[in-house]
C-alpha cells in the first residue's frame, strides 16, 4: 500500500534555479510528515518535519537552500533553491508518538541534478 | 545529544557469508532502534525494530538486538544472498520522535 505520492521521480536543476517538489499523503493514521535529503555519497539527513497546515520552515544546508511548507492536511511541499550539487529528496510521514508505530515511511524519493 | 554513530561504509561478501553490522548510539531517553534497507532506486524501507534490550528482532532471515552496556546494536545475517545487495541504516528514535539515521554501509554479495 502506498502511503506517500511523490512527485516528480526526479529533475534536472539549472545552476541557480528553483526548483518545487509535492509530496501527498494517503494514509491519515501517520499525519507527520517530513522532509529528508540523501546526498550522493548515500547520506541520509532529517530536514524537516512539519505537522499542521500552515506550517513553514526554512533552512540552509551546504549545497542547497530549503523552504518547506505544510499545506493541508494531506500536502506538503518543499522548495530547493541554490542547489550546487545533486541529491533526493525524500518525503516521509510517520504517526503521532503514542497513536501508532515509531516508524518513519519512506516516498519514493525526487532525484534532483544540477545541471 | 540523540546521536548514531555507523562506521562501516561499504562491505562486500560471497554468497552465504556472514554479515554483521554494528553500530553505537547515544541517547538520554529510552531508546528504539532500527534497521532500514535501501535498495537500488528506492526509498529506505524498515527492516527491522528492536525496543528491549537484549531481545532479537527477526525478518527476513535479518536478526537484530542492541546491548544496552555497550549501546551498541547490530543487524546479522547467517547466509547472505545476491538479493541482500542494497545500503542498510541503522536509526535511533531519540527525544520529540526524532530519527537519527546512521552514514549507511554498502552491502554488495557477489555470487
Known amino acids: 500500500v502506498t502511503l506517500l505520492e511523490q512527485n516528480p521521480r526526479w529533475r534536472l536543476v539549472p545552476r541557480g534555479q528553483a526548483v518545487n517538489l509535492r509530496c501527498i499523503l494517503k494514509n491519515s493514521q501517520y499525519p507527520w510528515m517530513s522532509w529528508y535529503q540523501q546526498d550522493l555519497q548515500k547520506q541520509l539527513q532529517w530536514l524537516f518535519t512539519?505537522?499542521?497546515?500552515?506550517?513553514?520552515?526554512v533552512k540552509s544546508l551546504p549545497g542547497a537552500d530549503y523552504l518547506a511548507t505544510r499545506v493541508t492536511d494531506t500536502e506538503l511541499r518543499l522548495q530547493v533553491a541554490n542547489m550546487s550539487q545533486g541529491r533526493t529528496l525524500y518525503c516521509t510521514c510517520?504517526?503521532?508518538?503514542?497513536?501508532?508505530?515509531?516508524?518513519?515511511?519512506f516516498g519514493k524519493g525526487t532525484r534532483l541534478t544540477v545541471v | 545529544g540523540d546521536s548514531v554513530t555507523q562506521k562501516q561504509g561499504q562491505v562486500t561478501l560471497s554468497e552465504d557469508d556472514f554479515l554483521f553490522i554494528n553500530c553505537t548510539y547515544s541517547t538520554t531517553t529510552y531508546p528504539t532502534l532500527l534497521w532500514y534497507v535501501q535498495y537500488l532506486g528506492q526509498g529506505p524501507q524498515l527492516l527491522l525494530k528492536v525496543t528491549t534490550a537484549n531481545n532479537k528482532g527477526i525478518s527476513r532471515g535479518f536478526e537484530a538486538t542492541y546491548d544496552k552496556g555497550t549501546t551498541s546494536f547490530h543487524l546479522q545475517k547467517a547466509s547472505v544472498q545476491e538479493s541482500d545487495s542494497a545500503v542498510y541504516f541503522c536509526a535511533l528514535v531519540g527525544g520529540y520522535q526524532n530519527f537519527y539515521f546512521g552514514k549507511g554501509t554498502s552491502l554488495t554479495v557477489i555470487p
Open positions: 510517520s504517526a503521532i508518538p503514542g497513536q501508532g508505530h515509531t516508524e518513519v515511511f
Open positions: 512539519l505537522r499542521s497546515p500552515g506550517d513553514k520552515e
